[in-house]
């Protein structure tokens, strides 16, 4: 050891004399100072008195009175001092007694000298480890001190019905006091309306009350109108009751917030001269606004619109489907993005796209929602196309973590779902053929390396965790062998098993809003008023001509100019043709050409426009220019997606079926096929029932009759599966059901995890536990064979010697071992091993005792024993000293005498047990003092009855009257 004893004091608590005797002479040998007590109460006196002590050893089970643990807490209020526990027990339950109780742990008395001395050095090192922690405490004030946020903590105060009705200020730092302009020394310990007002806080102090009794965390601004100032606040719950705020004065902000409505006109303007379908909605849902494209859209008026007359316009199909998705996103102020049809003004129903949005003053006011709808009736078409293909693709993958891709092992990406490259800010076509590791952190690009490259090593899948700005994934790297033994690609899935945050402020917010009707649908808008010679082009405008709105180099001639050289020719000839038109004979233009922007962006755009006309005369022209290169582009996405689909169904390395509704297989994997033993030819047609274990055919079946009834998406169930060659596997099967354009379902997609090696393990695990009960029945038997044993050999020396001398010394011996058996049978015939029956137990011992005399038949035996149940620890000490005191009684009590009468009596009240023997018997010789008899017997209950904290009596009157009584 490396503490040396004259530098440290322990002390020993411990009711155990004889383990006390031996803990302390281990202890002094090794250099400690060492002071013993018997009791809980005595260490906490020891303690107040103010004794030096380094550390204490203490036992948990320490008789009647105050309990180990209970005396730790009483000792550790008074002074912090490292406590290590002792005990017999090594059951979790007994770990989870003093987990919290001290950090220091426990050591089993059994465990040997080096284990309690390397705990007791352990625990000193980790004392004054402690100590220099608590020095560093300060430092960390300082730095809590010197942050630039304010905080302030604060404790919730009720009333008398136990309502929160307001709250104190408990801390705050230097930051809170700059920012507020409060000193601390006022307001700490006051209350928050005293200082600011309770009537403008309401709402501040209910998300306050709410904070701290749910535990929830949130962020929100508020405005102080005591201070008059804005505030960003963070706040949550350390613990229940109690609230932290973390926050920044944003007052400037809000100010210049305040001073963007006045651009609210400008976007109003800007929504009557677009094409697209613009609406708002009150707080009360009702539409209290249309645009002027809508009115010509729909060739009504704003009586027959405004309030719930638009709904009357939507196709009966889709209008109770519409109105549910307004009304929920309204209900929670959440953006929603729908397609309903609606009728043209000619009689026709065309699609529409409809995005929703929540619109709020600048302090945070809700005000209802703005709208923006584009007709989207020619491309619909190809959607409903592309939609039926990649929704098998999107289901499946849906079936699999969050994001998938392949890659080479040198980190160039092969395949990626879109979000996984959602992501990594991109898009998947973008990131095909690029490396992984220039779109990662070079910490996170690093591990991913190492993992590559142990993946590759032992062509084994690996999974770890990482953190890519501040998103943490779980994910896994497989790899795929083209030839055996060489890793050819790796397929990454991850997982994101973080939340998302959220990030938006009201600025953005509105910002937004002004420019939705360009950035949702990348549409910009632009208008050129003749009269006044006006030029206006929208930032989205700018965006897709690739040119900066914030160059003051740029005037409308030279704008102009900028935006016909970025038509190809003959589109730019056409578009100058169309204008000239639009401008001398009023005549509207639509026209979809090549473009190529000023960045060299080469894309397809939608350019039209409508004239304005004033006095018969065309005023101005309006128009409005869209990228549509998605829409051109979308077979090709349709043939991407059906090869990125069959990619990843048939690379997984767990198992994935397409089953038509009438239970077939229509496709297979090869995972699932090596998994069954059949290759796909052999399984397609084939149901599923076809091979499923006979006992489970009914598995599974319900749930894929409530997915195609639409009660349950999706389900996950067990069973066995009978392979080609007869033999059974096991499968964790996850499913769900894709449905068609009509939302009608076709198809079943399950996914099947090959898990008969865990279901092997579990049943070896029961068959072991099986083992162990029959082995542990057998040593309990072994056990009271060797006892019986002991006591039978015994027994036959007693009855081979003539000794009397001796005799009587082997009768006392199978007398206690008599005690040990008997107790021993008690114990493991109950459930309970530590307590068992006062009465069973005590009844049983007696009558063995007295029946190992031969004379017993001529002594006559009164048991008066109440029936009650007591723990191991004092119920061994009892039965020890009722064996010595009966023993003596039939070997002296009765010399002379033909016949005997003995009594026992044994009693419990709420705080003590009475144990009494009496005997009519010829007492105590002339001149016997019982308390210094010098035999082995009574020296042995007087030990025992010490370890019991009782007292011990005796009295000789026609006889002998024992009385031993001791504290529960």
Same mark, same amino acid.
């Given at each position: 050891m490396n503490i040396k004893s004259n530098e440290k004091t322990i002390l020993l608590v411990e009711d155990e004399q004889l383990i006390a005797a031996s803990t302390k002479m281990v202890l002094e040998k090794t250099g400690y100072s060492v002071i013993t007590v018997m009791t809980g109460e005595s260490a906490v006196e020891l303690i107040t008195e103010g004794k030096r002590i380094d550390l204490i050893l203490m036992d948990i089970d320490l008789g009647s009175g105050m309990d180990g643990t209970e005396a730790a807490q009483k000792i550790l209020k008074i002074s912090n001092l490292p406590i290590i526990f002792l005990t017999s027990h090594s059951e979790s339950g007994m770990v989870e007694k003093v987990k919290g109780i001290t950090r220091y742990g426990y050591v089993i008395k059994t465990s040997g000298d080096f284990v309690l001395l390397s705990s007791i050095e352990m625990a000193l090192e980790l004392f004054e480890t402690q100590k220099r922690v608590?020095?560093?405490?300060?430092r960390y004030y300082q730095l809590f001190e010197n942050i630039q946020s304010a905080f302030a903590l604060h404790e919730i105060v009720f009333d008398e019905n136990n309502q929160p009705v307001d709250f104190v200020f408990l801390l705050v730092n230097s930051a809170f006091e700059k920012f507020t302009g409060l000193n601390r020394d006022n307001i700490l310990g006051q209350h928050f309306t005293s200082i600011l007002g309770g009537d403008d806080n309401s709402e501040l102090m209910n998300k306050c009350f709410k904070i701290a009794l749910t535990g929830e965390a949130e962020t929100f601004e508020n405005y102080a109108a005591g201070l008059d100032k804005y505030y960003s606040i963070s706040a949550y719950c350390p613990?229940?009751?109690?609230?932290a705020v973390i926050f920044s004065d944003i007052t400037d902000f809000k100010n210049y917030q305040n001073d963007l409505e006045e651009r609210e006109f400008q976007y109003h303007s800007l929504a009557d001269s677009g094409l697209a379908l613009i609406w708002k909605s009150g707080t009360d849902a009702l539409c209290n606004y249309f645009n002027e494209p809508w009115y010509r859209f729909r060739g009504k008026t704003p009586e027959e619109e405004l309030g719930t007359g638009w709904l009357d316009g939507v196709h009966p199909d889709d209008r109770q489907q519409c109105n549910k998705i307004y009304m929920d996103a309204f209900?929670?102020?959440?953006?929603?993005?729908?397609?309903?049809?609606?009728?043209?003004?000619?009689g026709t129903y065309h699609w529409i796209r409809d995005l929703g949005s929540p619109n709020y003053k600048s302090n945070g006011e809700f005000l209802g929602y703005i709208g923006h709808c584009f007709d989207i009736t020619e491309s619909k078409h190809f959607e409903n196309a592309l939609k039926e293909s990649e929704e098998t693709s999107k289901t499946l993958l849906n079936s699999f973590p969050e994001s998938v891709f392949l890659m080479y092992p040198d980190g160039e990406i092969l395949r990626i779902n879109e979000t996984a490259a959602s992501r990594l800010n991109s898009c998947p076509d973008s990131l095909t053929g690029k490396n992984i590791y220039d779109f990662i952190p070079e910490e996170a690009a690093e591990k991913r390396k190492r993992i590559v490259e142990t993946v590759v090593r032992n062509k084994k899948p690996q999974k770890y965790e990482d953190e890519i700005d501040g998103i943490i994934f779980d994910n896994l790297i497989s790899p795929i062998m083209d030839v055996p033994g060489i890793v050819s690609r790796l397929a990454v899935i991850g997982i994101d098993i973080t939340e998302r945050k959220k990030s938006e402020n009201s600025l953005i917010e509105i910002q937004d809003m002004l420019n939705s009707v360009q950035h949702i649908a990348r549409i910009g808008g632009w208008q050129w008023h003749f009269e006044t010679d006006k030029f206006y082009w929208s930032n989205e405008v700018y965006r897709i001509h690739d040119l900066d709105p914030d160059d003051s180099l740029l005037n409308p001639e030279e704008l102009i100019n900028r935006s016909l050289l970025c038509y190809d020719l003959p589109g730019r000839n056409l578009l100058v043709e169309a204008f000239k038109h639009c401008k001398t004979d009023g005549e509207p233009y639509d026209l979809e050409l090549p473009f190529t922007s000023t960045a060299g962006r080469h894309m397809w755009v939608r350019t039209a426009a409508i004239p304005v006309f004033n006095g018969g005369k065309v005023e101005k022209i309006v128009g409005h220019i869209m990228d549509i290169t998605d829409y051109k582009t979308q077979k090709n996405e349709l043939v991407l997606s059906e090869e990125k689909f069959r990619t990843i169904f048939d690379l997984s390395k767990v198992g994935a079926v397409i089953v038509g509704l009438d239970k077939r297989f229509q496709k297979c994997n090869d995972a699932f096929c090596r998994f069954i033993g059949c290759t796909e030819k052999e399984l397609i047609g084939k149901t599923i029932s076809?091979?499923?274990h006979p006992d489970d055919i009914d598995i599974g079946m319900d749930a894929l009759k409530e997915m195609i009834q639409g009660k349950i998406e999706s389900a996950q169930f067990q069973k066995r &599966?009978?392979?080609?060659?007869?033999?059974?596997v096991w499968g964790d099967i996850n499913i769900c059901m894709m449905k068609d354009k009509n939302h009608k379902p076709y198809v079943f997609l399950p996914v099947i995890v090959d898990i008969t090696?865990?279901?092997?393990?579990?049943?070896?695990?029961?068959?072991?536990l099986r083992e162990k009960e029959i082995i542990l029945r057998e040593v309990n038997h072994r056990i009271k064979n060797n006892i019986a044993s002991v006591e039978s050999l015994i027994n036959l020396q007693m009855h081979s010697t003539e000794n009397e001398e001796a005799i009587a010394i082997l009768q006392d011996a199978i007398g206690r071992i008599k005690s040990v058996r008997i107790l021993y049978d008690k114990l493991v015939s109950v459930d309970e &091993?530590?307590?068992t029956s006062v009465r069973s137990y005590f009844e049983t011992l007696i009558d063995s005792i007295i029946n190992i005399f031969p004379d017993s038949g001529n002594v006559s035996v009164e048991k008066d024993i109440s029936d009650f149940t007591f723990d191991l620890k004092r119920l061994f000490p009892l039965g020890t000293i009722v064996n010595e005191l009966i023993t003596n009684t039939m070997k002296y009590a009765f010399k002379g005498r033909e016949s005997g009468k003995i009594r026992i009596s044994l009693h419990r009240n709420d705080v003590q047990v009475r144990l009494e023997i009496t005997d009519n018997g010829i007492g105590f010789p002339d001149g016997f003092d019982y308390t210094n008899s010098g035999g082995f017997g009574l020296t042995l209950v007087n030990i025992l009855v010490e370890q019991l904290n009782g007292t011990f009596s005796m009295q000789t009157d026609n006889g002998i009257k024992t009385v031993i009584e001791f504290n529960i």
């Open positions: 608590n020095e560093n405490q300060e613990k229940k009751g109690t609230f209900s929670q102020k959440e953006k929603f993005d729908m397609q309903y049809r609606l009728m043209n003004a000619d076809d091979v499923t &599966y009978i392979r080609k060659d007869g033999s059974t090696k865990q279901k092997k393990s579990d049943e070896e695990i029961r068959r072991q &091993y530590h307590v």
